[in-house]
C-alpha cells in the first residue's frame, strides 16, 4: 500500500524558516519523481519543487534560491527546506510521487502525480 505522510508544518514570522518532510512507504524506491506542491485557499493546487531518481530538480519560480527539495532514499523520506518564507507562502503543502517517466517540463504539474499525501499547514504570518 502507498503511503506518503508530511510533517513539518507550522506557524512562522515572515524571513523564517521551515523544513517539511515526507515519509513514503510502499514501491518508493520506484518512483520517478517526488515532489512538493500547494494549495491556498481558493486557490489551485500548484508545484513547488521536485526531485527525479536521479536527484535531478526543478523548482517553480516563486521559490528558487528560497527553498530546497532532498530525499534521503535509505530513509524514504522527502523534505523541503524553506528559507526566506513569505505571508504568501502560506498554504496547505502536500507531498506526491510518481512512476511515471516524466519529462522536466511536467514535474511541476500536479496532473502527473498519482499518489499524494495528506498535507501539512504552513502559515507564515507579517
Known amino acids: 500500500q502507498v503511503q506518503l505522510v508530511e510533517s513539518g508544518g507550522g506557524s512562522v514570522q515572515a524571513g523564517g524558516s521551515l523544513t517539511l518532510s515526507c515519509a513514503a512507504s510502499?514501491?518508493?524506491?520506484?518512483?520517478?519523481?517526488m515532489g512538493w506542491f500547494r494549495q491556498a485557499p481558493g486557490k489551485e493546487r500548484e508545484g513547488v519543487a521536485a526531485?527525479?531518481?536521479?536527484?535531478?530538480?526543478s523548482y517553480a519560480d516563486f521559490v528558487k534560491g528560497r527553498f530546497t527539495i532532498s530525499k534521503d532514499n535509505a530513509k524514504r523520506t522527502l523534505s523541503l527546506q524553506m528559507n526566506t518564507l513569505k505571508p504568501e507562502d502560506t498554504a496547505m503543502y502536500y507531498c506526491?510521487?510518481?512512476?511515471?517517466?516524466?519529462?522536466?517540463?511536467?514535474?511541476?504539474?500536479?496532473?502527473?502525480?498519482?499518489?499524494w499525501g495528506q498535507g501539512t499547514q504552513v502559515t507564515v504570518s507579517s
Open positions: 506526491a510521487a510518481t512512476l511515471r517517466v516524466l519529462p522536466d517540463i511536467q514535474s511541476l504539474l500536479p496532473r502527473t502525480y498519482d499518489f
Open positions: 510502499g514501491y518508493a524506491y520506484r518512483w520517478y519523481y
Open positions: 526531485i527525479d531518481r536521479n536527484g535531478g530538480t
